[in-house]
């Protein structure tokens, strides 16, 4: 376990120096404020975000890249073309949708990925519900919503969206 924490500081310590050598150019001159800055980044961060493991699969991570890709240009199309023509429907709304997944990375990956879907923006989490905004209620698919949740699932590794058992 102290082991466990250890690791953990120090890739910390290591991502929080590397965001300082960057911010400063390089310059060497910033590191003796700096070290005493990146320390209490990390412990902070330790503090408000204490480790929680997660796992994530190479096979899973290799198909979501083309599918991030493809959702990506879709969904900007999509957005571009309503933004430039008059006769795209905009009927904007939010819908709710249960969440399968459970709290923690996989929740929150989820959350961030849903603006990949055409027109869609996650608005709130309300307990186990997800808010999302749409820009038109007709585009918006309950099963996009599914599928990219049963693809972050696979993603973590954790029970897929629908197959708990009750």
């Given at each position: 376990m102290l082991a466990s924490l250890w690791y953990r500081f120090g890739r910390r310590l290591l991502g929080f120096s590397l965001l300082w050598w960057l911010l400063t150019g390089g310059s060497t001159d910033s590191w003796p404020a700096g070290m005493v800055m990146v320390v209490?980044?990390?412990?902070l961060s330790l503090a408000l975000r204490p480790p929680v493991p997660w796992r994530v699969s190479l096979s899973a991570a290799l198909a979501f890249i083309p599918f991030f890709l493809q959702q990506s240009i879709r969904g900007g199309i999509d957005v571009a073309g309503r933004a430039f023509s008059a006769g795209l429907p905009l009927d904007p709304a939010l819908h709710e949708h249960p969440l399968n997944l459970p709290c923690g990375t996989a929740r929150i990956f989820l959350l961030n990925t849903i603006s990949l879907l055409p027109g869609t923006l996650s608005?709130?989490?309300v307990e186990d519900r997800l808010?999302?905004?749409c820009l038109?209620?007709?585009?918006?698919?309950?099963?996009?919503?599914r599928r990219l949740e049963a693809r972050v699932a696979a993603l973590f590794m954790v029970t897929p969206p629908g197959d708990d058992d009750d």
């Amino acid at each position: 376990m102290l082991a466990s924490l250890w690791y953990r500081f120090g890739r910390r310590l290591l991502g929080f120096s590397l965001l300082w050598w960057l911010l400063t150019g390089g310059s060497t001159d910033s590191w003796p404020a700096g070290m005493v800055m990146v320390v209490l980044a990390v412990l902070l961060s330790l503090a408000l975000r204490p480790p929680v493991p997660w796992r994530v699969s190479l096979s899973a991570a290799l198909a979501f890249i083309p599918f991030f890709l493809q959702q990506s240009i879709r969904g900007g199309i999509d957005v571009a073309g309503r933004a430039f023509s008059a006769g795209l429907p905009l009927d904007p709304a939010l819908h709710e949708h249960p969440l399968n997944l459970p709290c923690g990375t996989a929740r929150i990956f989820l959350l961030n990925t849903i603006s990949l879907l055409p027109g869609t923006l996650s608005a709130d989490l309300v307990e186990d519900r997800l808010i999302v905004h749409c820009l038109d209620t007709d585009s918006l698919a309950a099963d996009d919503l599914r599928r990219l949740e049963a693809r972050v699932a696979a993603l973590f590794m954790v029970t897929p969206p629908g197959d708990d058992d009750d």
